[in-house]
């Protein structure tokens, strides 16, 4: 694995972190494994876990995963705010 990749993968679990997520991650035989928790404004909390060969893919799932999530949490908020 390149460098790159490697500084890629943490920059990405920085951006998490940074953002108000807790990520956690560990090795598990042959895998990676990660978890990442976020508690909203209003106490609700996403969580979100991922596994993958290598730590920049780990990652790379995990910001995903998490982006996915707060897209639909903000555009279920959308909605719920416009049927009130």
Do not use: Y
Not at 32 to 46: I, P, R
Not at 62 to 68: N, S
């Amino acid at each position: 694995m390149s460098g790159t990749a490697d500084t890629d993968g943490a920059i990405l679990l920085s951006w998490l972190r940074l953002l108000g997520w807790q990520t956690a991650t560990l090795r598990d035989g042959e895998l990676f494994v990660g978890v990442a928790e976020h508690t909203a404004a209003e106490g609700a909390t996403m969580r979100i876990s991922a596994s993958a060969p290598d730590e920049a893919t780990l990652a790379l799932k995990l910001f995903g995963a998490a982006m996915r999530l707060l897209e639909r949490s903000r555009t279920a908020g959308q909605r719920g705010a416009a049927a009130a």
